[in-house]
């Protein structure tokens, strides 16, 4: 597609259960990354695929948080057993040499 | 540690006011720097993006932003607001390797209120 697009677009789910938040990157963007935003906080890095490279998996706060790319194309961004202060905006980006280019987002809110 | 420090957490002017932002880094090695914008129910924008050569970049829409590397810095500027840029604004930062591939580190925003 045009833009790297994301789904859904908000999420609201009970403190305790696994959500998933998935990525759709431009077409031919070798490079993925997920960024959670938090109010006050700025963009916080999660984790970055690379190509067929072993991910950079530094930014995940937990072992609560996972992800994985299928086919070098789709992310999935895993939270288990959600709690309240991982309500957050989960952006994802692409990236290829022209540039990286931002989702829209996914608003999760846990109660 | 990596990081970016953007000291201003908000920024109120009225149209027409001139416009600095302040976005100092701290980046082990050549970096690439960026500004983003992120209008009001927005994704992230490019504004500009510094990778070499004449540390003076220009952007879209009238922004522009210095490289000093001797203060680490990369600060906003913008001559003449208008209501339209109110938004929050991005500095971040990347080890120049990477080019526009590997991690960003992004600082906690400013955001911009423009009155008209």
């Known amino acids: 597609g045009a833009g790297v697009s994301q789904s859904p677009s908000n999420k609201v789910t009970e403190k305790g259960k696994d959500v998933e938040l998935r990525c759709d990157p431009i077409?031919?963007?070798?490079?993925l990354y997920w960024y959670r935003q938090s109010l006050g906080q700025g963009l916080e890095f999660l984790i970055y695929f690379q190509g067929n490279s072993a991910p950079d998996k530094s930014g995940l706060p937990s072992d609560r948080f996972s992800a994985e790319r299928t086919g070098g194309s789709v992310s999935t961004l895993t939270i288990q057993r959600t709690q309240q202060e991982d309500s957050a905006v989960y952006l994802c980006?692409?990236?290829?040499?022209?540039?990286?280019?931002f989702g829209s987002g996914t608003r999760l809110t846990v109660v | 540690a990596q990081s970016v420090s953007q000291h201003n957490h908000h920024v109120i002017l009225s149209e027409a006011a001139s416009l600095e932002l302040g976005c100092n880094y701290s980046?082990?090695?050549?970096?690439?720097l960026f500004w983003y914008v992120q209008y009001p129910g927005q994704h992230l924008q490019l504004l500009l993006k510094?990778?070499?050569?004449?540390?003076l970049v220009k952007g879209i829409k009238g922004f522009e932003a210095e490289f000093i590397k001797s203060k680490f810095s990369f600060n906003l500027r913008k001559p003449s607001v208008q209501w339209s840029d109110t938004a929050e604004y991005f500095c971040a930062v990347n080890g120049a390797n990477g080019g526009s591939q590997g991690n960003l580190i992004f600082g906690k925003g400013t955001k911009l209120s423009v009155k008209p």
């Open positions: 980006a692409s990236s290829q040499l022209g540039g990286y280019t």
């Open positions: 077409s031919g963007h070798t490079a």
């Open positions: 510094y990778f070499s050569g004449d540390p």
């Open positions: 980046y082990g090695g050549t970096v690439n």
